[in-house]
Each structure stands twice: as structure tokens, then as C-alpha cells.
């Protein structure tokens, strides 16, 4: 029933910032933990960044892999059904895809296994 549609990748260049945007079809998204996935060609997809369900998120429930953790910020807009992911001091080791889903659990990990309804995914590429 629902349905995750990816957007806002694109081309920067090492040091600059992206938003990327994850829109939720139905009003029941903001009860759900949502995840940031990215995978590089050649590399298995690993979770980044998942924010729990609102409007509680952003008190310590949030989590991030270290090599993104300082860099980017997970968020959530209740109104617009959609969970952002800013990226800042973006580097080239950060160019992939990037998929959200929504996690089966209330409070979410980054275990790609606890995730479904998955988006088709938006590109990032970082380069010079």
C-alpha cells in the first residue's frame, strides 16, 4: 500500500550539500521509522541514517553510520509526508544510489533485512 519515491540526487561537487527527499502516498508514513540506504557499483546496499516514527524523531532515536555521522542530518515533515536527508561536506566515497524504506520495526536499526517498500532510489555523484 505504500508507496516511497526518492528525490533531489544529482551532481556536486567534494565539500558541497544535498537534500534528498523521501514522499510518502499515504498519511500512515509519519507512523513509521523511514531509513536512508546508498549503494555504490559493485558494493552490497548499506543503511546510512533511519529516523523513528513522528513526531518523536529527532530526541536521540535517530541513527546514523559513523562515516556520515557530523555530516548529515535525517528530518521529518509530518505535513508534506516526507522524511529529508541533508547532506553536508559531501565526499566521493558517498557517490551511489540512494533508497529509503520503510522499517518493520517502531524503533529502527540500519539492517537492510528490517526494511520494506522499498523506493527505486535517486543518484548521487560526487566529483570534482
Known amino acids: 500500500q505504500l508507496q516511497l519515491v526518492e528525490s533531489g540526487g544529482g551532481l556536486v561537487q567534494p565539500g558541497g550539500s544535498l537534500r534528498l527527499s523521501c514522499a510518502g502516498s499515504?498519511?500512515?508514513?509519519?507512523?513509521?521509522?523511514i531509513g536512508w540506504f546508498r549503494q555504490a557499483p559493485g558494493k552490497e546496499r548499506e543503511g546510512i541514517s533511519c529516523?523513528?516514527?513522528?513526531?518523536?524523531?529527532?530526541?536521540?532515536?535517530?541513527k546514523y553510520i559513523d562515516s556520515v555521522k557530523g555530516r548529515f542530518t535525517i528530518s521529518r515533515d509530518m505535513a508534506k509526508k516526507t522524511v529529508y536527508l541533508q547532506m553536508n561536506v559531501l565526499k566521493p566515497e558517498d557517490t551511489a544510489v540512494y533508497f529509503c524504506?520503510?522499517?518493520?520495526?517502531?524503533?529502527?536499526?540500519?539492517?537492510?533485512?528490517?526494511?520494506?517498500?522499498w523506493g527505486q532510489g535517486t543518484q548521487v555523484t560526487v566529483s570534482s
Open positions: 524504506a520503510r522499517s518493520t520495526k517502531i524503533w529502527c536499526e540500519l539492517d537492510r533485512q528490517e526494511y520494506t517498500d
Open positions: 499515504i498519511a500512515t508514513f509519519n507512523g513509521y521509522s
Open positions: 529516523i523513528g516514527p513522528g513526531p518523536s524523531s529527532g530526541g536521540g532515536s535517530d
